[in-house]
C-alpha cells in the first residue's frame, strides 16, 4: 500500500473515532503502530527530501491524534513514536545554528481565534504572578519547513 493510500485510511479512521479515549486498548495498539509508521514516512519527505504530500494542517490532525492516544494509553507509547524522537538529520546545504533568542512556534495556529486563545493561555500565564507586566509579541511569517532568523545590521 502507498503512502497516499495509508495516509487516506488513517484519516478516514480518524473521522470515524475522533476520540481515542473511547476505542479500546487492543484497537488502539493496532492503529497507533500504524499512525507511527505513517507520521515517520512523512517526516522523512517533509524534512529530509522537502517533497510533502500532505497539508501542514493534514499532517498536524494525524500528530495530534497520535497524541491522544498517547495521552488517553500511556502503557503503550513507543519510543519509536515521533512525540518521543526528534529529527536529527539537517537538509544538505543547511547547518544549525544558535539563535540570538529562542524562537518559539505558536502551535498550529490557523486563524485569529487560535491566535486570540493563545494570547489568552499567555496572559494567564504571565500576568499571574506579575500582573502589571506589559507584554508584547514579535511575530514574524514561518517559511513552510524552515526556521529561520534574519538580522539586519546598518
Do not use: W
Amino acid at each position: 500500500m502507498s503512502l497516499s493510500e495509508q495516509t487516506k485510511k488513517i484519516q478516514i479512521f480518524i473521522k470515524i473515532h475522533p476520540h481515542p479515549s473511547k476505542l479500546h486498548e487492543k484497537e488502539v495498539s493496532d492503529f497507533y503502530v500504524q499512525l507511527i509508521d505513517c507520521i515517520v514516512d512523512h517526516n522523512h519527505l517533509y524534512y529530509i527530501e522537502n517533497k510533502p504530500i500532505l497539508s501542514d494542517k493534514e499532517y498536524d490532525e494525524l500528530f495530534d491524534y497520535l497524541k491522544k492516544i498517547e495521552e488517553h494509553f500511556p502503557q503503550i507509547i513507543s519510543s519509536n513514536s515521533p512525540t518521543q524522537t526528534l529529527i536529527g538529520q539537517v537538509s544538505e546545504g543547511f547547518t544549525q545554528a544558535q539563535h540570538d533568542t529562542k524562537l518559539l512556534s505558536l502551535e498550529n495556529t490557523y486563524n485569529a481565534k487560535d491566535l486570540e486563545e493563545r494570547d489568552e493561555r499567555i496572559h494567564k500565564i504571565l500576568l499571574k504572578n506579575n500582573p502589571d507586566a506589559k507584554i508584547s509579541y514579535r511575530v514574524e511569517p514561518k517559511f513552510d519547513g524552515l526556521s529561520v532568523e534574519l538580522i539586519y545590521k546598518k
